[in-house]
């Protein structure tokens, strides 16, 4: 179960990037565009304990069930944040 909270998490912080939204345009020091940005910053700290732990010596002997997991995962917050940006008439393409 603990393998699967990280790959989750590790799947929603590193699929789900709501500053990738922002326009180009948006102004720097809008106060929703600095928290979005924060949000990013922070995400990509936590997924990188969360790469550590997943990848960790102790988790070895599950390296298969691991990867298939973090794989799964993926996959499925992946859709599931393409079926939402389409929900509110973003592309594909545009959200990457």
């Not at 996959?75 to 973003?90: D, N, P």
């Amino acid at each position: 179960m603990t393998i699967d909270i990280a790959a989750l998490g590790h799947a929603l912080h590193s699929v789900i990037r709501p500053a990738a939204l922002l326009p180009e345009e948006a102004p720097a020091q809008d106060p929703f565009v600095l928290a979005l940005r924060k949000i990013e910053f922070e995400s990509g700290r936590v997924m990188q304990a969360q790469i550590l732990f997943l990848k960790s010596a102790d988790l070895l002997p599950l390296r298969d069930a691991v990867n298939a997991t973090v794989e799964s995962r993926h996959l499925q917050v992946r859709k599931l944040w393409e079926e939402m940006l389409a929900g509110i008439g973003v592309e594909r393409s545009k959200a990457r």
